[in-house]
């Protein structure tokens, strides 16, 4: 049972829209601490993909976005494209744990 | 450029331990923390433990803690991942990653395969 939870999985067509939700509590997002989110490419390493809840590192597509609010952020993508097909994680901070660095169960995305 | 490269991959059986080095290059290696996160075949991401090589902090999951030693060596910018009493379950991909508190993950080692298996 992972800290954060995202929905296993969501799908959408060439060109839709998708988002992912990720939803936290009081003691890590809704404390104020930042939400990035990840892109994991089938057989790579996990890759920031949106960092301090919505900036993207130089080389991420602006069809790529994110957004928090209380205690859950969001990823959107827009204009989807096939190698946008993945598993995306969100990880924030949480100052209730040993270990304080949480991810979200991830969600696989499916473009149809 | 930042970098973590992370020693090749492993079998072992059941019962033996493992030692993962993850070495960090173009960058302080003291001033940020080195994360060991494990992903079993088709799973997500799962926490291991984390480590400050500046200071030695080091923090354990739950889920490993009593079978997993994290260690670093500031002279080789190098952090290690020792896991011991393996099992078949144990059978993963093992990630080091860099953070500092706030901060994303960024970068992340290539990744280790371990296989363990009678």
């Known amino acids: 049972q992972s800290v954060l939870t995202q929905p296993p999985s969501v799908s959408g067509a060439p060109g839709q829209r998708v988002t992912i939700s990720c939803t936290g509590n009081?003691?890590?997002?809704?404390?104020?601490?930042?939400v990035h989110w990840y892109q994991q490419l089938p057989g790579t390493a996990p890759k920031v993909l949106i960092y301090g809840n919505n900036n993207r590192p130089s080389g991420v597509p602006d069809r790529f976005s994110g957004s928090k609010s209380d205690t859950s952020a969001s990823l959107a993508i827009i204009g989807l494209q096939a190698e946008d097909e993945a598993d995306y994680y969100c990880?924030?901070?949480?100052?209730?744990?040993?270990?304080?660095?949480?991810f979200g169960g991830g969600t696989k995305l499916t473009v149809l | 450029e930042v970098q973590l490269v992370q020693s090749g991959a492993q079998v072992k059986k059941p019962g033996e331990s493992l030692k993962i080095s993850c070495k960090g290059s173009?960058?302080?290696?003291?001033?940020?923390?080195i994360g060991w996160v494990r992903q079993m075949p088709g799973k997500g991401l799962e926490w291991m433990g984390i480590i400050y090589p500046g200071d030695s902090d080091t923090r354990y999951s739950p889920s490993f803690q009593g079978r997993v030693t994290i260690s670093a060596d500031t002279s080789m910018s190098t952090a290690y991942l020792q896991l011991s009493r393996l099992k078949a379950s144990d059978t993963a991909m093992y990630y080091c990653?860099?953070?500092?508190?706030?901060?994303?993950?960024?970068?992340w080692g290539q990744g280790t395969q371990v296989t363990v298996s009678s």
């Open positions: 009081s003691s890590n997002i809704g404390a104020g601490y930042d």
């Open positions: 990880q924030s901070y949480d100052s209730s744990l040993s270990v304080p660095w949480v």
């Open positions: 173009g960058y302080s290696f003291s001033s940020y923390w």
């Open positions: 990653a860099r953070s500092k508190e706030d901060e994303p993950f960024d970068p």
